[in-house]
């Protein structure tokens, strides 16, 4: 698994055209719903503590299916091909919206949440895609470019979720269940297959367990330093994903409108960094410094999010934090250049599995904290308790990442 891999031929220009934009209409659903969800939650509890507890929980409920069925689907697409699995993704996420648009209760949430954790592989396979279609000195900026087509969907929808959430709290569960649909059709209509016959890997069952694949994945010494800060940043970004319009609704009483805004602003970040930034940063910086600068970033963002007073303090935080979106393409670079092309659905599955885990525990974790916090008052610091903690496992992943670049130093110097 960690053989080192000759130059890739590149395969037909316009593919990963072709995913980019199916990474771009399914965030765009996605980001749809983020502003409205925790308000919907809200609507069939009656108070704050239960709000952000069972928001929590259908999160952790989403992580955890996403957790189990990830390698699953990414060992798939390693036999069968990208194309069936993104597919199959794209129709699992529309029926995921359709349940919730009309769910009447809270139960029926959860359907919808427990469908689209199922079926939530577009991510990892569209990693793994780009990967097929770029050289291996390319795949950085490949994988940049797929973080682009999240943020310019980023961008779009959570502040169109934002302003449809005013006119109707189910109202972005609609159109992002058509779009998800569109989707589907795009896909089925224009997507091509990007894995060669020659490179289909195994289905083994033992690959799709995925704390097989975990294991397989923290078992490998070459890179266990980088998949330790990897999970470390993770763990804080779901954190704060987790918990950010909760929280900036009990600090500073935002609408999903705010947030929309806000969120539109951090997609917007992501997309100048990533799109127009990341290529002049690894060429001037080097993979390795990019990483530990953006990590580095983020960790004094989360603390200055958690004490910020002002809502619009939020912004210009959200401004100063531009490299910090520069870290996650430079690390799955580093990783994705020690494996081989038969298996990178299977590490991206692996990788994106990290990202569940994250998902199933962080919320929990966070809006247990929130919901403990909730009845301060809005000036209180304890309020951005679940900040400060996304600062410390970010200022570990800062730790852990400038100890594995001195020992690959050493081990190549030897």
């Given at each position: 698994m960690?053989?080192?891999?000759?130059?890739?031929?590149?395969?037909?220009?316009?593919?990963?055209?072709?995913?980019?934009?199916?990474?771009?209409?399914?965030?765009?659903?996605?980001?749809?719903?983020?502003?409205?969800?925790?308000?919907?939650?809200?609507?069939?509890?009656?108070?704050?503590?239960?709000?952000?507890?069972?928001?929590?929980?259908?999160?952790?409920?989403?992580?955890l299916l996403q957790f189990l069925f990830m390698p699953m689907l990414g060992a798939l697409s390693d036999r069968v091909g990208r194309r069936p699995v993104l597919l199959y993704s794209m129709g699992g996420m529309c029926l995921n919206f359709l349940v919730t648009a009309w769910a009447p209760s809270l139960a029926w949430l959860f359907v919808g949440r427990a469908i689209g954790g199922v079926s939530a592989a577009s991510m990892s396979v569209a990693s793994a895609y780009a990967s097929d279609v770029s050289t291996t000195e390319n795949r950085a900026k490949s994988f940049g470019k797929i973080g682009a087509a999240f943020g310019i969907g980023f961008i779009c929808g959570p502040v169109l979720g934002g302003l449809l959430g005013e006119i109707s709290l189910t109202l972005p569960f609609w159109v992002a269940a058509g779009l998800a649909g569109l989707n589907l059709v795009y896909g089925w209509r224009f997507v091509p297959e990007s894995l060669p016959e020659r490179v289909h890997g195994p289905f083994d069952w033992q690959r799709v367990n995925p704390l097989h694949a975990l294991k397989r994945l923290f078992g490998r010494k070459d890179v266990r330093g980088l998949v330790i800060v990897f999970t470390l940043s993770t763990f804080a970004q779901m954190m704060t994903q987790g918990t950010w319009v909760l929280y900036t609704t009990f600090r500073f009483g935002w609408s999903p409108r705010d947030n929309g805004i806000a969120l539109f602003c951090v997609g917007l970040a992501t997309v100048i960094v990533q799109a127009w930034l990341l290529a002049v940063l690894l060429r001037r910086l080097g993979e390795a410094r990019l990483a530990v600068l953006g990590l580095a970033s983020g960790a004094i963002t989360y603390?200055?999010?958690?004490?910020?007073?002002?809502?619009?303090?939020?912004?210009?935080?959200?401004?100063?934090?531009?490299?910090?979106?520069?870290?996650?393409?430079?690390?799955?670079?580093?990783?994705?250049?020690?494996?081989?092309?038969?298996?990178?659905?299977?590490?991206?599955?692996?990788?994106?599995?990290?990202?569940?885990?994250?998902?199933?525990?962080?919320?929990?974790?966070?809006?247990?904290?929130?919901?403990?916090?909730?009845?301060?008052?809005?000036?209180?610091?304890?309020?951005?308790?679940?900040?400060?903690?996304?600062?410390a496992m970010q200022a570990l992943a800062v730790l852990a990442a400038l100890r594995y670049f001195r020992q690959r130093r050493r081990r190549d110097a030897a």
């Open positions: 960690s053989a080192v891999l000759p130059p890739a031929t590149k395969a037909p220009a316009g593919k990963l055209g072709f995913v980019l934009v199916s990474v771009f209409i399914d965030v765009l659903g996605i980001g749809l719903i983020i502003p409205v969800m925790p308000v919907l939650v809200g609507q069939f509890v009656p108070g704050r503590d239960e709000q952000a507890l069972w928001y929590g929980v259908l999160a952790a409920v989403f992580g603390v200055l999010y958690g004490l910020a007073t002002q809502g619009w303090m939020m912004y210009l935080f959200i401004c100063c934090n531009l490299l910090a979106f520069a870290a996650g393409p430079a690390l799955q670079g580093i990783v994705s250049r020690a494996t081989d092309a038969g298996e990178q659905g299977e590490l991206m599955g692996s990788l994106q599995s990290i990202n569940s885990i994250g998902v199933v525990l962080m919320p929990l974790v966070g809006s247990a904290i929130l919901g403990a916090v909730s009845h301060l008052p809005p000036s209180d610091p304890r309020i951005g308790s679940t900040f400060f903690l996304s600062a």
